[in-house]
């Protein structure tokens, strides 16, 4: 399989944290969420993708080229959403657009318009009228413009209404349907992950959990219940974090299979979701 | 670099316009008062070369615009380049209108002749030069924060020195032989002679400054983290 992003060994170090050793690859016509709790990582790796920080150690490759020796190349490449626009605020759309259109030579302004149309946005609308979930389209429609290859997009959805959200993630699925384009986003709503994702990375605390196809993981990973004291965690094969209430335990295991076969008296095996590995990794007592 | 100078253009067009307007009030003052095309020179050059840029990069700080300007196909050096191409832009704009002010404005004391003499522009370019070789590689790498940082440590640098000419026996010494310094400096470039020798100097100190500042602001720039 072809792909759009290689990470290997990606290192950044900020005071009080770091993110290390990071590497994982993005195929290239699929959807890829990189998911984790608040500070896991997930502004930094994106950030060390665009080389808006300075990496330690690693290399970052889009489409082949590295990130920094070939910097230009790789950044018309992309289209890129941040997660607050930084645009002066007190601009037109049309001004913004017309400054930022200059430097694509891939740049479509019919499509652009037909893109502000679709979003019912005006380029005679002043940037800071605008409401946060305005602010993300007309980013959206920026990135859209210029026929990236890939879309990057750092927590897209963070603060949106469903009904926004919902629209969001059905343009990027017909995206990905309609052009083969590749689109890497963070969030920390997995539910948005579930609906459009192929593929997941999982960050947390700065050190990749896991980069696997979102179907594998979602069937593989698996909580084991258990009520009073008849459960511990190490009787758990592949156990990967744990969660103990008043009366129960529960665990969570990256191969449920293994759960299963092993036998574990009075025990409930369910699949997990990507919200259930999020809460025991990040909340509960990760086991490595 | 022309499309960086264009974006920095539309982001900051009404700003130009303010800042040109407010200081042509004081243009028109000066070109009244100040007899020295010299002094008129370098001083109005000096306001618009540091009005306008500064004007633009607190904008770029206020509105965080620096991780647009960096994650557009460009590269970071080339970010570099366009902010000092902006500065002087600026510069050469501010030298433009105090020519065309002093030209059009009929109680000018300023002879036309004297403003464009090359001895005076390239004096005045030379200054500017060296003003924003400090500053500018102090803005670029910490933003507006950058000449907070820089104007406190000129301060506190000043303390010191006069606190320890108090404590050793010679009060404000050291900060007189400064000022001294400065000000036979720029008696030295107002009032030398014209000659060939001195203008190319002058030339080349230009150049040699501004190259100087941006291979510095170019390494600062790489390490900054947006």
Partial sequence: ?288 | MLKLLRLEYLFNVRQLLIILAIFSLYFAYAVNRVESPGVFIVTTSLMVGLGIPFAIMGREDKFKTAALLCSLPVRRSTVVLSKFAATWAAILLGLGYNVFLTAVLPFSKIPLGGVLSVKNLLVSLFLMSMLFAVILPFTIRFGFVGIIILLTGCQLLGIVTLLLGQLLGGAGIPLRLFFRAVERGLKFLLHHQATTGFLLVLAAGIIAVNLLAILVSRALYARRDL
């Fill in chain 1, 1 to 288: 399989m072809e792909n759009a992003i290689e990470i290997r060994g990606l290192r950044k170090e900020y005071k009080g944290f770091a993110l290390d050793d990071v590497t994982f690859d993005v195929p290239r016509g699929y959807i890829m969420g990189l998911i984790g709790p608040n500070g896991a990582g997930k502004t930094t790796v994106i950030k060390l993708i665009m080389n808006l920080i300075r990496r330690q150690a690693g290399e970052v490759r889009v489409f082949g080229l590295d990130n920094i020796r070939h910097e230009s190349e790789v950044k018309a490449k992309i289209g890129f959403v941040y997660d607050v626009p930084r645009f002066p605020e007190d601009l037109r759309l049309g001004t913004i657009a017309s400054a930022v259109s200059g430097f694509y030579g891939k740049w479509d302004d019919r499509r652009f318009r037909g893109l502000m149309e679709e979003f019912e946005l005006s380029p005679r609308r002043v940037f800071k009228k605008l409401s946060h979930g305005m602010k993300m389209k007309f980013s959206l429609a920026l990135a859209l413009a210029h026929d990236a290859d890939l879309i990057l997009m750092d927590e897209p959805t963070a603060g949106l209404d469903p009904a926004f959200r919902f629209e969001l993630l059905t343009k990027l699925r017909a995206l990905i349907q309609d052009e083969r384009k590749t689109v890497l986003f963070s969030s920390h709503i997995t539910s948005d992950l579930e609906r459009v994702a192929d593929f997941v990375t999982f960050i947390h605390k700065g050190r990749i959990v896991f980069s696997e196809a979102k179907d594998d993981i979602l069937d593989s990973w698996g909580v084991v219940r258990a009520a009073g004291d008849s459960l511990r965690p190490t009787d758990v094969p592949e156990a990967r974090g744990a969660r103990r209430s008043e009366h129960s335990l529960e665990v969570l295991t990256s191969d449920l299979a293994a759960a299963r076969r092993s036998a574990i008296p009075n025990a409930v095996f369910d699949k997990a979701s990507l919200e259930d590995i999020m809460f025991f990794i990040s909340k509960g007592n990760a086991h490595a």
